[in-house]
């Protein structure tokens, strides 16, 4: 019996514990916003006041450091109309918002990383259309091209918010001052450079595809930028509504043309070994050769910069910087390869409508831009709040008027295409997998 | 269990007195054997290297861990102590801050352990013990619903917390929805259902191997069926309930998925394995932090297995032995 008596005093100690941290949890979430809503400093805000007392919950993909900096961006906002928001990021995102939405707990707002998941929710019906407000400021702010991504079926659903990059070709700037090598302006410099650099006797580019269950995906990057520069923007739209085949020879030639680097012995794989290698090397790893010298070209996007170590200087007379990833024909413009998210909203209510507006403005993009490591392709955003040399340049391309911008083609595609058969292709086709066998059997696998 | 069915044949001794040569014996022999051991030692070695080599790489610097394999400490041995210190007390809102995670964590684990075995007692007792019609059938079909997959009930259990049930307009169960702290409420209620089954199994099968004498006797001198249950029945099983516990304690700490959909990402209410998958940034660029963390989350299940390990031993052979 003694034995009995322990085990519930035991018990009852222990359940007392949790009690108490319950409790303790339970006080210290209160918080209070002690801001003079009237004051100057608010004035900013006025139009979205009037919503007090409110939270509104956001999910997305945006997660730690990052996620911190978004936080304090809006906090002012949050200060001056008294609208908490309640913000999670997840890794598993993109899985979770369809358990969430299905079992009727879906968030006020998500940052959809893809058109495509996000069309997902329009299909279902679940997603509301932008409200007037939000559509105008949108429209104010971003270029079509931007508008049309985030709209589906002739309605708008998301505004953009953050954009990235894609077509850069990482260096080391000491190396390249080292040995004399020039940044290359055209496809055929570009090639040159690496057969001079092939030609000394150690490989020029490193590569990573290796991504956990998303293995593959900075390869099919690689072909939307080729496809990009060698079919040109019209087919590569083409391409991504499926209105060609996977495996037009248009594809296959921009295929063969990535290949020219990625499967040529010679150039791949620096510092890790043959052209399999690729498949094996993590996408974060990839490119961190280059700080010791042992590579000098990674094609990744401008968000590669978080994976240097710390203390790695970004700049272009720094340790690393990146270069614009040159076009095959320059006459035809400048094309570049972007991705972003878009916020999609699962509630109408009007603090939810109040904070989705806010979002779309040129004050938010200038607010979050002036924390650092933030690109957006706002045309409200100042080029001088924004803090790196990179994200500058990257601010840079997105303004430049002979830009041809087009959206991650991966993201657009059914995600049984562009998160499944197109990143799984890829990885077959650097293992050895030749490019028609490659692409007839990701053609095969598009949703009919 | 049926595995355990082997080792209770060779604890009964008197078959084997007969046929002393018999094949339990002989590989009883083999296994005791000096090369046995020595294998059995090199295995437990190749076993534990990736956990040893995580061990070395966490107090190994960022940028050895992201360009070099751990073994290369042993010819360039580079120590720190940043992975732990970042991981325990970052100061961003959502880097680090292991610790308040780790008492989400707690709070979560604790009553999502005692919960399902306080009901599954209750229920195995009345199911083993309790005359009453259709209790076979009863406790096959909470044993047939072992069989259904936790992942299959995530959306529907979600669905009838967040919205509730009507039908036709009548409202059964209104919507709950539960905001902030609620949400561990959430959580402890989703493990206890999905534990049950397994819960209810486990002690049915040690309750129902008591012997029936006992129960007789006490009815005899006038207990009643609460009074058995606690003065006979629970000093008796304890070990199955030791193993249980230790069973539901490791799910629970472990577990990411129930978390995630219903305790949600917020420091008020997400776990630790939570705060784990979110360490590593946006991108997986902080991926070196995950070798502390690793180590973090680990001591507190260690603790328990160590400290209930002999009952865990013990409870192994609950319900497959009778007697």
Known sequence: ?448 | MTATAGAGAIIAPEPLQAQPDSAVKRVRRKLNSRTASIVSILIAILWTIPTFGLFISSFRPENDIKTTGWWTFFSNPQLTLDNYNEVLFGTSSSSGQLASYFVNSLVITIPSVLFPIAFAAFASYALAWMRFRGRDWLYILIFALQIVPLQMALVPLLKLISTGVSIGGLTLLPAWAPQGVDRFMAVWLAHTCFALPFAIFLLHNAMSSLPGDLMEAARVDGATHAMIFRNIVLPLITPAIAALAIFQFLWVWNDLLVALIFAGGNAESAPMTVRLAQLAGTRGNEWQRLTSGAFVSMIIPLIVFLSLQRYFVRGLLTGSVKG
């Not at chain 1, 049309?148 to 953009?160: L, N, Q, R």
Request: glycine fraction near 10%; hydrophobic fraction near 40%.
């Open chain 1, 1 to 448: 019996m003694a034995v009995l008596l322990r085990g519930r005093r035991a018990l009852v100690l222990v359940s007392a514990v949790g009690l108490a941290l319950v409790g303790a949890a339970g006080c210290s979430s209160g918080t209070s916003s002690n801001a003079n809503k009237d004051s100057a400093e608010c004035a900013a805000f006025k139009q979205y006041q009037g919503h007090d007392g409110t939270t509104v919950s956001i999910y997305a993909t945006i997660r730690d450091t990052e996620a911190d900096l978004l936080e304090q961006a809006w906090k002012k906002f949050s200060d001056c109309t008294g609208i908490k928001i309640a913000y999670e990021g997840s890794g598993e995102m993109e899985a979770q918002i369809q358990v969430r939405v299905d079992g009727g707990n879906a968030p006020d707002l998500a940052f959809f990383p893809q058109p495509g998941l996000m069309n997902r929710f329009v299909k279902s019906g679940k997603l509301k259309p932008a409200p007037e407000k939000v559509k105008a400021e949108a429209a104010k702010n971003w270029s079509k091209d931007w508008i049309g991504y985030g709209s589906s079926g002739g309605k708008f659903y998301g505004a953009p918010l953050g954009s990235n990059v894609k077509s850069f070709v990482w260096y080391s700037p000491k190396t390249f001052k080292e040995k004399g090598y020039k940044i290359p302006t055209t496809w055929d410099e570009l090639i040159g450079l690496s057969n001079q650099i092939a030609a000394s006797g150690t490989k020029p580019w490193c590569a990573g595809i290796e991504s956990g269950e998303a293995t593959g995906w900075p390869a099919t990057d690689w072909i939307e930028d080729i496809m990009l520069r060698d079919q040109g923007p019209d087919v590569y739209d083409q391409w991504v509504n499926h209105q060609i085949p996977f495996n037009d020879p248009k594809v296959a030639s921009a295929v063969d043309r990535a290949g020219s680097i990625l499967k040529n012995e010679k150039f791949v794989n620096a510092s890790f070994g043959g052209v399999k290698s690729i498949a094996t090397t993590s996408f974060q790893e990839g490119g961190l050769p280059i700080l010791q010298g042992k590579c000098t070209l990674h094609r990744q996007a401008s968000f590669y910069a978080a994976q240097w170590p710390k203390g790695t200087k970004v700049a272009e007379d720094g340790d690393v910087y990146a270069f614009y990833f040159p076009a095959v024909d320059a006459s035809k413009g400048k094309p570049v390869l972007v991705a972003g998210e878009f916020v999609g909203a699962f509630a109408d209510r009007p603090e939810v409508q109040a904070v989705q507006e806010y979002l779309a403005s040129a004050d938010f993009a200038n607010s979050r831009a002036k924390l650092g490591s933030w690109v957006s392709a706002n045309k409200g955003l100042d080029v001088n709040n924004v803090q790196n040399p990179i994200d500058k340049l990257s601010v840079q391309i997105l303004n430049d008027p002979s830009t041809v911008a087009r959206f991650d083609g991966s993201d657009q595609m059914p995600a049984a295409v562009g998160a499944g058969s197109f990143w799984k292709g890829m990885t077959d086709w650097i293992n050895g997998t030749d490019t028609k066998t490659a692409l007839d059997k990701i053609e095969a696998s598009w949703p009919k």
